[in-house]
C-alpha cells in the first residue's frame, strides 16, 4: 500500500464507524479532480449498462469456472519474462 502517511490515515479511519467511513469516502471523492471523477462515472455507467443487458436477457452469461478456465488458458499461452 501506499506510503506511511496512507498507511497512518487508513488505520486511523479504520476505527470510525460504518456511517463515518462513508461519509470520509465521500468527502475525499470530492476532492478528486474532475477528469477522474469523470472516468469513474463513465466506468459506472458501463456496468450499469451491461448488467441491464444481462438482466434484460439480451447477453448470455458464462459459468464463473468456465471463464475461470479461460482466463488461466489465455495467461498461460503468454510468453514468459
Not at 15 to 41: C, H, V
Amino acid at each position: 500500500m501506499g506510503s506511511e502517511r496512507m498507511r497512518k490515515v487508513l488505520a486511523l479511519a479504520e476505527q470510525l464507524e460504518p456511517e463515518e467511513r462513508a461519509e470520509l469516502a465521500d468527502e475525499l471523492w470530492s476532492t478528486l479532480p474532475e477528469t477522474l471523477r469523470d472516468e469513474d462515472a463513465l466506468a459506472h455507467e458501463e456496468i450499469e449498462r451491461r448488467l441491464d443487458d444481462v438482466h434484460g436477457g439480451r447477453v448470455d452469461g458464462i459459468a464463473w469456472e468456465d471463464a475461470h478456465a479461460a482466463i488461466r488458458a489465455e495467461l498461460a499461452s503468454l510468453p514468459r519474462r
